[in-house]
């Protein structure tokens, strides 16, 4: 046994199977994982999509750091504020000029 441990293309062939095992087991995890997202998905889509849009959303909060009020920004008030109307304008001036970017390169000239 230690012989066949020591030989050099058996400890290949063992690190070879063994990453080999190591990928299949990945393999089988992420296969798991995607049936049950989709048996939950079959059992109640209704819920699993508000949940999945819940989980989304917190995520989203998460990676752009932005904190807010969920359930304040659901009502329509939230939106008739002072701020939202500059928010507008601003958005709006910033695709325009996007878009006037793109326009500019597609043509190869400078407008201005």
Known sequence: MSNFLASTTNQQEI?????????TIESINQLK?????????????????????KSQRRDLKIITDVIGNPEEER???FYQQPWAQEAVGRHI????QQRRQELEQVLGIRLT
């Open 33 to 53: 994982t995607q049936r049950d997202f989709m048996l939950s998905f079959s059992n109640n889509p209704q819920e699993f999509i508000q949940e999945w849009i």
């Open 75 to 77: 009502r329509a008030e």
């Open 93 to 96: 001036f910033a695709k325009v």
């Open 15 to 23: 690190a070879s199977l063994d990453a080999k095992i190591h990928e």
